[in-house]
């Protein structure tokens, strides 16, 4: 899809006005206002200053497109400071011993919009890259492709597969996961977990195939050789894929069928069996507050996310859906409250699936928001909305994170989090 460039970058400016004006570093040039009057508004475009050249550009986070005398766009940056960088784009002499790109040489127009946090600037760098550089935006991306773990569970031999592209249903997927390696570690704690086939080869020549060292110990039912049929397999391993993706609470009914059969077990004094379901549960548990976390049904996959706005005072909600990034109006901190029951209604699949908007590819959409999820420098708070959540837990870690201004203090909100279960006993581009 091609954007139009007006409307994703909005406000405009000639290089040469700001070229032949004074550059004049005032001593306010703080990409984010220090002020903490309530009554500041976010400033959405320099249209609202009257002055002209530098003063005219905002010292504020930007995302911006410089053309050429052609309209040929030629760089798309973001920056923390518009005017500090532009000004230092246009240094003449001293930007050609630095080996960088000297604007006043070759650029007549600049495209921007000012952006109040890291996540809005890749949200929006990643819509104008997309849109004036459609055959190689991909490379001009800070982040990497995200990665999905998926499952056909009715395939004549199933198996875990881990993949960049996102698979539709009847499959299970989930996902996104931040790299290959992650995504491989998940599956092999889930085949542990439930005792899967680890070599897919042998599994193939099922029912003559050689059992390998698992069946020994116990941990592999060996459908290879026959000792289970490749139906029952099936099951058990889709079990396994309704677990990862947590079909209809699967998660919740295997940890109470564990715990039963423990109890069941201690009542015949087996406590071999019992070890080993205790043992289980605490595998299941580790991963339930660990690597389960990062990733979700993609089926209903979908998050509300909170970052700072251009000033302090302000909260620029979003919601990230599959292929899509709804961003709302600004509010003042103060009244985020009166505001938070219309976000969390708008993530209903009934009503922000009926709402137009702009259809991104899925996986690119969810590679964003997971790499700003866990990037250190990200300050925003980002709530999984795939299953329903109380309104007073999303209050209390909005509290939470408005209360913590160093990302390191923040607590990691996730799935295990909201709630838990209950057991019972500057990037550039040229």
Not at 79 to 107: I, M
Not at 204 to 209: K, L, S, V
Not at 290 to 313: C, P, S
């Amino acid at each position: 899809m091609i954007e139009n460039i007006a409307d994703l970058l909005p406000d405009l400016v000639s290089l040469a006005e700001l070229i032949n004006s004074p550059v004049d570093l005032a001593p306010h040039d703080n990409p984010r206002p220090t002020d903490d009057n309530e009554t500041e508004e976010p400033e959405d475009s320099p249209g609202k200053n009257t002055a002209g050249g530098w003063k005219a550009i905002p010292a504020k986070p930007a995302v911006y497109t410089c053309f050429s005398s052609e309209g040929t766009p030629v760089a798309a940056v973001t920056t923390a400071n518009l005017r500090k960088a532009l000004q230092n784009r246009v240094a003449g002499e001293s930007e050609s011993k630095r080996n960088r790109l000297n604007y006043a040489e070759f650029v007549q127009t600049i495209r921007f919009r000012c952006v109040g946090s890291a996540f809005a600037a890749s949200w929006w760098y990643y819509r104008t890259v997309r849109s004036l550089f459609p055959s190689r935006y991909a490379a001009m991306l800070a982040w990497k492709p995200a990665w999905f773990i998926t499952l056909e569970p009715v395939a004549e031999y199933p198996k875990f597969q881990i993949s960049s592209q996102r698979c539709a249903a009847p499959a299970i997927c989930v996902g996104p996961l931040l790299s290959r390696r992650q995504a491989r570690e998940l599956v092999q704690s889930i085949e542990d977990l439930f005792d899967l086939c680890r070599y897919h080869d042998i599994l193939q020549q099922a029912p003559h195939g050689t059992p390998c060292t698992y069946k020994e110990l116990g941990r592999c039912p060996a459908p290879c050789d026959g000792s289970l049929s490749m139906a029952e397999y099936q099951r058990q391993i889709a079990t396994a894929g309704h677990f990862l993706a947590d079909h209809f609470n699967a998660r919740t009914q295997w940890f109470e069928q564990q715990e039963s059969q423990i109890r069941q077990a201690a009542s015949r004094m087996d406590f071999r069996l019992a070890a080993m379901c205790k043992r289980k549960l605490d595998m299941a548990d580790k991963l339930n507050q660990g690597e389960l976390a990062q990733v979700h049904n993609m089926d209903k996959w979908k998050y509300l996310i909170f970052q700072r706005g251009k000033t302090r005072q302000w909260i620029a909600p979003f919601v990230a859906g599959p292929g899509w990034v709804a961003e709302f109006p600004e509010v003042k901190e103060s009244h985020v409250n009166e505001q938070l029951p219309a976000w969390t209604q708008f993530c209903n699949p009934g009503v922000s699936d009926c709402i137009p908007r702009n259809i991104f590819p899925i996986e690119e959409v969810a590679a964003l928001v997971t790499y700003h999820k866990y990037r250190p420098a990200d300050a925003g708070l980002y709530i999984p909305m795939g299953e329903p959540i109380g309104i007073d837990i999303i209050y209390q870690a909005m509290h939470i994170w408005l209360n913590h201004n160093e990302q390191d203090d923040m607590p990691e909100m996730n799935s295990t989090d909201l709630p838990s279960r209950n057991r019972s006993g500057e990037k550039s581009a040229l």
